[in-house]
């Protein structure tokens, strides 16, 4: 009996482990822990390729009905962080954004969803662009596994607003985060 109840519990933890082993994650295969120069804003005194990384994630919720994505900088000297990117209303048959799908005219963006107003002004992805000499700064990718088809916002939705909706009707979560500073 004790071996009975010995091997169920190991079989027990097993399962536990081998689910939150399975959990909701974000990978990149651009993001080595340092942002490249194809990642880095062109413009703000910067003068990189500014490309969105290719970002992928695996195991949402089975209630997702869509997805997001930000990326955000909270060491930027604003008060208030910097965002460099939000596209939302990602349909849930997606599991992946392609490299340059924060792009503008030539976007690679899956087809419904919408890239909306960044700390820069405008639409779609704006690289890294920390000010010259500042300590290296971080860039938290967040992909959100939401519980609605679309969250009722259009382009030019300021983040804060984004980030609300997103909040308000996340499933789950997952982020990666990169560095970039410029000496």
């Known amino acids: 009996?004790?071996?009975?109840?010995?091997?169920?519990?190991?079989?027990?933890?097993s399962i536990m482990q081998s689910c939150a082993a399975q959990g909701f994650v974000l990978t990149s295969p651009d993001i080595q822990g340092q942002l490249s120069d194809e990642q880095v804003f062109n413009g703000f005194?910067?003068?990189g390729k500014n490309i969105s990384p290719r970002l992928a994630w695996k195991n949402a919720p089975e209630a997702?009905?869509?997805?997001?994505l930000t990326v955000y900088d909270p060491d930027a000297p604003t008060?208030?962080?910097?965002?460099?990117?939000?596209i939302f209303d990602i349909p849930v048959s997606i599991n992946h954004l392609d490299k340059?799908?924060?792009?503008?005219?030539?976007?690679?963006?899956?087809?419904?969803s919408i890239q909306t107003i960044t700390s820069f002004g405008q639409s779609g992805f704006g690289g890294a662009c920390p000010p010259q000499g500042d300590k290296s700064h971080r860039y938290i990718f967040t992909v959100y596994a939401l519980k609605v088809d679309k969250l009722g916002l259009d382009e030019?939705?300021?983040?804060?607003?984004?980030g609300y909706y997103l909040n308000a009707n996340q499933l789950a979560k997952?982020?990666?985060?990169?560095?970039?500073g410029r000496n």
């Not at 009996?1 to 079989?11: D, G, N």
């Not at 008060?79 to 939000?86: A, E, K, M, N, R």
């Not at 340059?100 to 419904?112: Q, T, V």
């Open 1 to 13: 009996m004790k071996k009975l109840i010995s091997l169920s519990a190991l079989l027990f933890v």
């Open 64 to 68: 997702t009905k869509s997805f997001a």
């Open 156 to 162: 030019k939705a300021g983040p804060a607003l984004v």
């Open 174 to 180: 997952a982020s990666i985060m990169a560095y970039y």
């Open 100 to 112: 340059g799908a924060g792009g503008g005219e030539n976007s690679k963006a899956p087809k419904g």
């Open 79 to 86: 008060g208030s962080g910097w965002w460099h990117w939000l």
């Open 45 to 47: 005194g910067c003068s």
